[in-house]
């Protein structure tokens, strides 16, 4: 079992509708990433959060420590939101490595 | 002005060979990492270097080397490649100093090798 989980895998969404993709980790860490991998193969840093709530633009990222969770939420969904959305953990300690969920496939329908 | 760039974005070549892949970045990041992205698009850390010192290195065949002549290059050199390694290798850096707090790292574009 993967220690970073990822849902839903697949998500077919219309435009305009709010979008919800959720990551849930099983070891201790320092900070929680979020990433956005569009179909050309790039992958950019979207979040990176370690308590609380972050907003930019229409993307909100949360995390709840206590309950190892965080939430990607895409408000008023467009098709150039159709990408791989991966969550990734550092984990706590000296390195800074991340573990990376196995991400989701969004694609927004216009 | 590219961030963090990588040669050559594509490379095919034969079982057996030696290849490599570079990767320089301009951001004046302490720590540069590769990654493996498979074709289920699963991605996992290779290698991280933190001011030239290697700081992660994973189970790894060591057929992988990283090199980093400076701070601003990690170059990985791949020998006699196998039909498995056939893969995206994905370059990355940040300002994260080890043991030090977290922030974003920027990725490359990538570098699809396909072995035949």
């Known amino acids: 079992k993967n220690e970073v989980e990822q849902s839903p895998q697949n998500l077919t969404a219309q435009e305009g509708e709010f979008i919800t993709i959720n990551c849930s980790y099983s070891v201790g860490i320092s900070a929680l990433h979020w990433l956005q991998q569009h179909p050309g193969g790039g992958i950019v840093s979207l979040f990176m959060?370690?308590?609380g709530k972050k907003k930019h633009g229409r993307l909100i990222a949360t995390i709840n420590i206590q309950e190892k969770h965080s939430s990607l939420h895409i408000t008023a969904s467009h098709p150039r939101d159709s990408a791989v959305y991966i969550c990734?953990?550092?984990?706590?300690?000296?390195?800074?490595?991340?573990?990376f969920g196995t991400g989701t496939l969004l694609a927004v329908q216009p | 002005d590219t961030a963090v760039s990588q040669t050559p974005k594509y490379l095919v070549t034969q079982m057996g060979n030696d290849k490599s892949i570079k990767c320089e970045q301009n951001l004046g990041h302490d720590t540069m990492y590769w990654y493996k992205q498979d074709s289920k698009k699963f991605l996992k850390i290779m290698f991280s270097?933190?001011?030239?010192?290697?700081?992660i290195n994973e189970t790894v065949p060591n057929r992988f080397s990283p090199k980093s002549p400076d701070k601003a290059h990690l170059n990985l050199h791949i020998n006699s490649l196998e039909l498995g390694d056939s893969a995206v290798y994905f370059c990355a850096s940040s300002p994260t100093k080890r043991g030090g707090p977290s922030y974003e790292q920027y990725f490359g574009p990538g570098t699809r090798l396909t072995v035949t």
């Open positions: 959060l370690s308590s």
């Open positions: 990734a953990v550092r984990l706590y300690g000296a390195t800074n490595k991340l573990i």
């Open positions: 270097y933190n001011n030239k010192e290697l700081i």
